[in-house]
Structures are given as structure tokens and as C-alpha cells.
């Protein structure tokens, strides 16, 4: 590729640049007059997509450049992003930088995808970069150059295939790299935290469960013993019904609840373990209700969740088999070594 000539209109400030037909040098005698803003200005007005230069905006630049390909003589109009193509009189009109590679293969008479997408890193180097974009990297602006691509596709192999091929393999193992931080977080930082929430919810429901049972076995004892009690009151009444009398020392006497030996003395004994039982009762209802009112309290508290709590109750419910990430994180490590090892051979 030879230019010839290029024409410049920047906001009707207009310029001509003729170049020989053989080697060009572009220099000055001190810096800051325009050396790398003219090579910027010579590959904006090839299509490609460039960022101005200090106090230039390229999108008001107006280019004209002709040049030559072999026996191929080729006029670029550019103005902003509309490049209309000449060659031979005919026409031709792209939109960029969408169709920057449609006119590229116009331009090098080339599909060779690998070729057009790398060719300006072949070919220019900016000074701000320097042998940093050595094999790949941006060449200038949201411009990628990849050396491996630019090789391959000058050798006229299909490497594209195996490029995305590694490609997919990344994305997986990224995507398996992510689920095993997953597994560590819940493992190291939820389960913990959330474990001691749940681990003092399971107690207080347990000391409930343990009072319930107790108050239901006094509650047994106090039914038997005033069942005991009404028995004896029913025995007594019908003691007394009966008119039983018994002969004391020759004297004729009936059977009362006041001539009973002992009988007092039992129900005295009854009442009072009615009353102790009574108050057990009591106690243990007034706990499992302090219980129940501090269980209340802590669900309100894990129902009342914050953004975060929300995250990790969803990440909790995260099935995740570590060893069975691992096993495909190391068969995704040993394709990409050999699609490397393809790769490189070709």
C-alpha cells in the first residue's frame, strides 16, 4: 500500500499532504507540532475508529486519501463516520465503525478475519504504548492486536474454531471458580453465622418442648389428686349415709368424718400436695410463656432481613458439591493446555 496524497478540511481550515513514492519521514525540529497527530489523521482517514489528538476533535475532520494497492488506485472520502469508497468510478458507502471490516476486505481484497482485525498493529506502533503491545494488547484506542491471530491468519489457518473453543473453557471455569467461592463463603462465613441464630432458636424451642412435658405430668398428678380428693369426700358422704355405727368400750357410735382416725390428717396431707402441685403449674406456664415471647421476638428478628441476610439465605440454599467442581475446574485446566498446545503448533 502506497499513499499518495492526503487532504485535510478541519473546520475549513484546510491542508495537502503529497507523499513520495518511496520512503516518507515525518519529523520536526521540536516536539508538539503535529507529527503524531498527522499519522492519527492518515489511519482515521483508512476508516479506522481514532481518538483525536489535544484540541482536535476527529469528528469534525473531513479527510480525502488516496492511495494505491498494487495496480489498484483507491479514493477514501471520510466525513465523521459516513467513508464512501472509489475505485474504478464505483462507489462504495460504509457506516463506521460498524462496517469498518466490510471495508477492509474491500480495501486489502482479503476476508481473512485474523488479518484485517490485527493488520494496524503490524504496522503502527504509538508512542504511548511502545513495546509494551509487543504481542497483544490495544494499539490504539478500543483498537486489539493480537499477534497469535495476525500469524495464523497470514499463514492461512483456521485457528478461529480453537479460539473460541479456549474461549468457552475460560468462561466455564470462571463460571466454576466462582460457584467454589461460593461453597467457601457459605461454608466459612453463613453456616457460621447463621448456624448460632438457628442453634438458640432449637434451644428455646426445646426448653418449651421439656416444660410442656413436665407441666403435662403435673397436670396427670393434679387429676389424680383431686380425683383422690372427690373419692374421699363421696366415701365419707357415703359413710355417713350408711349410718354405720361401732360399739367403743359398750357405747353404740356412728362412723363420722369427725370420728375417722387419720382422715383429717390425709386430706390436710391431699390439699396441700394439691396446692404445691398448683403452683408448679403456675411456675412453668409463666416460663414456657416468657419462652414463647423470646421465640416470638427471635423470629421477628430473622424475618426483619437485610439485603445481605437475604443474599446469604439465598446463597444458603445453594447446592453446591466441591469435589465435583473441583474434578471439572482440573478437566477445563487440562483442555486448555492442549487447545494452547493446538494452538501453538499451528
Same mark, same amino acid.
Given at each position: 500500500?502506497?499513499?499518495?496524497?492526503?487532504?485535510l478540511d478541519?473546520?475549513?481550515m484546510?491542508? /495537502?499532504?503529497?507523499f513520495?513514492?518511496?520512503?516518507?519521514?515525518?519529523?520536526?525540529?521540536?516536539?508538539?507540532?503535529?507529527?503524531?497527530t498527522?499519522?492519527?489523521?492518515?489511519?482515521f482517514?483508512?476508516?479506522y475508529?481514532?481518538?483525536g489528538?489535544?484540541? &482536535?476533535?476527529f469528528e469534525?475532520?473531513?479527510?480525502?486519501?488516496?492511495?494505491?494497492?498494487?495496480?489498484?488506485?483507491i479514493?477514501?472520502?471520510?466525513?465523521?463516520?459516513n467513508?464512501?469508497?472509489?475505485?474504478?468510478?464505483?462507489?462504495?458507502?460504509?457506516?463506521l465503525p460498524?462496517?469498518?471490516i466490510?471495508?477492509?476486505q474491500?480495501?486489502?481484497?482479503?476476508?481473512?478475519k485474523n488479518?484485517l482485525?490485527?493488520?494496524?498493529g503490524?504496522?503502527?506502533?504509538?508512542q504511548?504504548?511502545?513495546?509494551?503491545?509487543?504481542?497483544?494488547?490495544?494499539?490504539?484506542g478500543?483498537?486489539y492486536?493480537?499477534?497469535?491471530?495476525?500469524?495464523?491468519?497470514l499463514a492461512?489457518r483456521?485457528?478461529?474454531?480453537?479460539?473460541?473453543?479456549?474461549n468457552?473453557?475460560?468462561?466455564?471455569?470462571?463460571?466454576y471458580?466462582?460457584?467454589?467461592? &461460593?461453597?467457601f463463603?457459605?461454608t466459612?462465613?453463613?453456616?457460621?453465622k447463621?448456624?448460632?441464630?438457628?442453634?438458640?432458636?432449637?434451644?428455646?424451642?426445646?426448653?418449651?418442648?421439656?416444660?410442656?412435658?413436665?407441666?403435662?405430668?403435673?397436670?396427670k398428678d393434679?387429676?389424680?389428686?383431686?380425683?383422690?380428693?372427690?373419692?374421699?369426700?363421696?366415701?365419707?358422704?357415703?359413710?355417713?349415709?350408711?349410718?354405720?355405727?361401732?360399739?367403743?368400750?359398750?357405747?353404740?357410735?356412728?362412723?363420722t368424718?369427725?370420728?375417722?382416725?387419720?382422715?383429717?390428717?390425709?386430706?390436710?396431707?391431699?390439699?396441700?400436695?394439691?396446692?404445691?402441685?398448683?403452683?408448679?403449674?403456675?411456675?412453668?406456664?409463666s416460663?414456657?410463656?416468657?419462652?414463647?415471647?423470646?421465640?416470638?421476638?427471635?423470629?421477628?428478628l430473622?424475618?426483619?432481613?437485610?439485603e445481605?441476610q437475604k443474599?446469604d439465605?439465598?446463597?444458603?440454599?445453594?447446592?453446591?458439591?466441591?469435589?465435583l467442581?473441583?474434578?471439572?475446574i /482440573?478437566e477445563?485446566?487440562?483442555?486448555?493446555?492442549?487447545?494452547r498446545?493446538?494452538l501453538?503448533?499451528?
Amino acid at each position: 500500500m502506497k499513499f499518495n496524497t492526503l487532504y485535510l478540511d478541519y473546520e475549513g481550515m484546510k491542508k /495537502k499532504f503529497d507523499f513520495s513514492s518511496n520512503n516518507n519521514l515525518v519529523y520536526s525540529k521540536k516536539n508538539s507540532v503535529g507529527k503524531s497527530t498527522l499519522l492519527r489523521m492518515l489511519l482515521f482517514s483508512l476508516g479506522y475508529a481514532i481518538p483525536g489528538t489535544k484540541g &482536535i476533535k476527529f469528528e469534525k475532520l473531513k479527510t480525502i486519501l488516496l492511495l494505491e494497492i498494487g495496480n489498484r488506485k483507491i479514493t477514501l472520502i471520510r466525513n465523521s463516520n459516513n467513508l464512501e469508497l472509489i475505485e474504478n468510478d464505483i462507489s462504495q458507502y460504509f457506516l463506521l465503525p460498524d462496517e469498518n471490516i466490510y471495508l477492509l476486505q474491500v480495501i486489502f481484497n482479503s476476508e481473512n478475519k485474523n488479518v484485517l482485525e490485527n493488520i494496524l498493529g503490524s504496522i503502527y506502533m504509538d508512542q504511548e504504548k511502545g513495546w509494551t503491545l509487543l504481542n497483544k494488547g490495544f494499539v490504539i484506542g478500543r483498537i486489539y492486536f493480537n499477534l497469535y491471530e495476525l500469524v495464523g491468519g497470514l499463514a492461512e489457518r483456521n485457528i478461529e474454531e480453537l479460539q473460541k473453543e479456549l474461549n468457552i473453557l475460560k468462561q466455564e471455569k470462571l463460571k466454576y471458580n466462582a460457584m467454589r467461592s &461460593i461453597y467457601f463463603y457459605q461454608t466459612s462465613v453463613i453456616e457460621e453465622k447463621s448456624g448460632l441464630e438457628i442453634d438458640y432458636i432449637d434451644k428455646i424451642e426445646n426448653d418449651i418442648l421439656l416444660l410442656e412435658l413436665e407441666k403435662k405430668q403435673l397436670m396427670k398428678d393434679l387429676n389424680e389428686i383431686e380425683s383422690a380428693i372427690e373419692d374421699n369426700k363421696s366415701f365419707l358422704k357415703f359413710i355417713e349415709k350408711m349410718k354405720i355405727a361401732v360399739e367403743i368400750e359398750g357405747k353404740r357410735e356412728l362412723v363420722t368424718k369427725d370420728n375417722i382416725v387419720g382422715f383429717e390428717e390425709s386430706q390436710l396431707y391431699v390439699n396441700t400436695r394439691k396446692k404445691i402441685i398448683e403452683i408448679k403449674i403456675k411456675k412453668i406456664k409463666s416460663k414456657i410463656s416468657q419462652l414463647r415471647d423470646n421465640l416470638s421476638k427471635e423470629y421477628s428478628l430473622l424475618n426483619l432481613e437485610t439485603e445481605l441476610q437475604k443474599f446469604d439465605s439465598r446463597i444458603m440454599n445453594i447446592n453446591l458439591d466441591f469435589n465435583l467442581i473441583e474434578k471439572l475446574i /482440573k478437566e477445563i485446566e487440562t483442555k486448555e493446555k492442549r487447545t494452547r498446545e493446538v494452538l501453538r503448533k499451528k
